[in-house]
């Protein structure tokens, strides 16, 4: 993310675009919950958020893909659903529930602002916490 490379430029636009860009994938799950189901695999790599006219990110738009993971929130959830640095720890015990996808929401969010590129797979691992400043 533009954030961690270039913190000091215009870093207060692309933090709020950070933000909202959560805020509105936050309201998409928030939407797969309430029709009780679960994604169990948010990643930056399962959501676009698209160009507006004026070349910015349109924050209030994103489109939410590889639906094949969503699970009802009644089903049993194989322990392998999602994936590594954003999966829930209770995803791999096999005891998912709708705050799996909240965990998978935040890791995202920590590694837009905080996992520089030189960690392993840019990544979240618990591992990583003594190498914050």
Do not use: W
Not at 113 to 121: A, E, N
């Amino acid at each position: 993310m533009d954030v961690r490379k270039n913190p000091s430029q215009n870093s207060n636009f692309k933090l709020r675009d950070i933000l909202n860009t959560i805020y509105t994938l936050t309201d998409c799950i928030r939407a797969l919950h309430t029709a009780g189901l679960m994604h169990l695999d948010i990643k930056p790599s399962n959501f676009l958020v698209p160009f507006d006219s004026k070349n910015g990110i349109n924050t209030n738009s994103v489109s939410l893909f590889d639906i094949n993971t969503l699970y009802s929130v009644s089903s049993d959830v194989p322990r392998m659903a999602g994936t590594e640095g954003f999966r829930a720890p209770e995803v791999f015990r096999g005891k998912a529930d709708n705050r799996s996808d909240i965990y998978s929401n935040g890791a995202m969010l920590f590694n837009a602002l905080v996992i520089l590129d030189d960690s392993p797979d840019r990544i979240y691992r618990d591992d990583y916490y003594q190498d914050i400043d």
